[in-house]
C-alpha cells in the first residue's frame, strides 16, 4: 500500500476515533485511534513513539494478567 494512501487512512479513522470516544463510545473509538496511529507511523514519529508506548503497556498487561489469572494460580 503507498504511503499517501496510508496517511490518507491515518487521518481519516484519528478524528473519527477521537470522536467516537468523545461522544462515550470508546469501544469503538479507541480502536480507531490506535489503528490510525499504525498508519500514521509511516510519517510521524509521535505516531511511532506512541505505538512503541501502547506496545509497551499491552506487554506489561499481558503478563500482569497472567500472572493475576493464569494457569495454576488457585487465588479466589
Same mark, same amino acid.
Given at each position: 500500500?503507498?504511503?499517501f494512501?496510508? &496517511?490518507i487512512?491515518? @487521518?481519516?479513522l484519528?478524528?473519527?476515533?477521537?470522536?467516537?470516544?468523545l461522544?462515550?463510545?470508546? !469501544? %469503538?473509538?479507541v480502536?480507531?485511534i490506535l489503528?490510525?496511529t499504525?498508519? &500514521?507511523?509511516?510519517? @510521524?514519529?509521535?505516531a511511532?513513539?506512541?505505538?512503541?508506548?501502547v506496545?509497551?503497556k499491552?506487554? !506489561? %498487561?499481558k503478563?500482569?494478567f497472567?500472572?493475576k489469572f493464569?494457569k495454576g494460580n488457585?487465588?479466589p
Amino acid at each position: 500500500m503507498p504511503n499517501f494512501l496510508k &496517511l490518507i487512512i491515518g @487521518f481519516i479513522l484519528l478524528p473519527v476515533g477521537v470522536f467516537l470516544t468523545l461522544i462515550f463510545i470508546p !469501544e %469503538f473509538g479507541v480502536p480507531l485511534i490506535l489503528i490510525s496511529t499504525r498508519f &500514521l507511523a509511516v510519517r @510521524f514519529k509521535w505516531a511511532r513513539t506512541f505505538n512503541i508506548w501502547v506496545d509497551k503497556k499491552y506487554k !506489561e %498487561f499481558k503478563v500482569w494478567f497472567k500472572k493475576k489469572f493464569g494457569k495454576g494460580n488457585n487465588n479466589p
